[in-house]
C-alpha cells in the first residue's frame, strides 16, 4: 500500500499562494492516478483536482478552484504537488492527497482511491 504524507498547510492571507506536496513512499506513483480533496469543518470530503496515472492527460479540476490551483507531479521524487493561488477563506480545510492504482478518468470519487494522506491544515485569513 501506497504511504502518503502531505505538507505545505500553513495560515495565509487572503489572496495568497502556497504549495502543498505529497510525499509517497513503498511503491511508483507514476503508475497511480492521484488527487487532492479537501475536508472544511462540518462539510464533507470535497474533490479539488486529479491526475490521471496515464502521462499527458490533462487534469480534471474542480469549478471552484479552476484557474488559481495547479496540480503537478514529479515522478523521479514520487512527489505530488499542489499550487494554490489567489487563496480565499472559503478555502480554508484539510487537505487530503489520495492515490488510484492505474486510476484513469476525472477520478473525482473518493471510492476510486486506495490510499490516503493523514491531512494538512490549510487556514486562509480575510
Not at 19 to 39: K, P
Not at 69 to 98: G, H, W
Amino acid at each position: 500500500q501506497v504511504q502518503l504524507v502531505e505538507s505545505g498547510g500553513g495560515l495565509v492571507q487572503a489572496g495568497g499562494s502556497l504549495r502543498l506536496s505529497c510525499a509517497a513512499s513503498g511503491v511508483t506513483l507514476s503508475s497511480y492516478g492521484m488527487g487532492w480533496f479537501r475536508q472544511a469543518p462540518g462539510k464533507e470530503r470535497e474533490f479539488v483536482v486529479s491526475t490521471s496515472s496515464v502521462s499527458g492527460r490533462t487534469p480534471y479540476y474542480a469549478d471552484s478552484v479552476k484557474g488559481r490551483f495547479t496540480i503537478s507531479r514529479d515522478n523521479a521524487k514520487n512527489t505530488v504537488y499542489l499550487q494554490m493561488n489567489s487563496l480565499k477563506p472559503e478555502d480554508t480545510a484539510v487537505y487530503y492527497c489520495a492515490a488510484a492504482l492505474g486510476g484513469v478518468g476525472r477520478l473525482v470519487h473518493p471510492v476510486r482511491y486506495d490510499s490516503w494522506g493523514q491531512g494538512t491544515q490549510v487556514t486562509v485569513s480575510s
